[in-house]
């Protein structure tokens, strides 16, 4: 009797799974999907890297500058490169939308280059990376960014101290 309760109850009801992918499919609030990458808001701290348990994250020095990389197949969706990041360079959307022929794993990883440039200070090779925020009061304004950016760590500490920053 229980039985046909609940076939009946179902019946009606209809199915509860969706029939993905030849209908489109919801996402669950707060998902933890794939990494995404801001090149411009990457300070190459490499903590990231150091707290990526999987080694999707891995950073390579190169002629041209420090390489970020990220293999979204070894990647568990920890959160935890997203957490310890401090300018949200590194955060997880919500997209899951990742199955691929195994052909095509070369291409999901993501590959960015933080390049080398002459500091606009002395003149010595130095990372066009973002300053690290953490502790800077007052807090750095875009402008500020860009001029660090352009300076090598000796001159950044310089022109922050000129103008009155903690750091
Ligand atoms: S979410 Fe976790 S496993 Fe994935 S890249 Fe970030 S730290 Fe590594
Ligand atoms: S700024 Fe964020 S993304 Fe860049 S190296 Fe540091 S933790 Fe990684």
New binding site residues.
């Given amino acids: 009797m229980n039985f046909l309760k609940i076939f009946v109850r179902n019946l009606v009801k209809g199915p509860s799974t969706i029939p993905f992918p030849f209908a489109p499919a919801w996402t669950p609030e707060r998902m933890r999907g794939r990494i995404q ?1 801001k090149l411009q808001s ?7 890297e150091q707290v990526c348990a999987p080694g999707a994250i891995r950073f390579d020095k190169t002629p041209e500058g420090l390489r970020f990389m990220r293999w979204h197949n070894t990647c568990v969706f920890c959160g935890m ?1 997203e957490f ?4 949200d ?2 955060s997880q959307s919500d997209d899951w939308h990742m199955a691929h022929a195994v052909g095509e794993k070369y291409g999901m990883a993501i590959r960015e280059v933080i390049p080398y440039i002459a500091c606009t200070g002395c003149g010595m090779k130095t990372l066009a990376s973002a300053p690290n925020p953490v502790g800077v009061a007052p807090p750095f304004t875009p402008e500020e960014i860009e001029q660090q950016r352009n300076l090598c760590p000796a001159c950044r500490k310089k022109a922050l101290a000129e103008r009155g920053v903690q750091s």
């Fill in positions: 990458f990457c300070t190459g701290c490499r903590a990231c490169c310890y990041c401090p300018t360079a590194i």
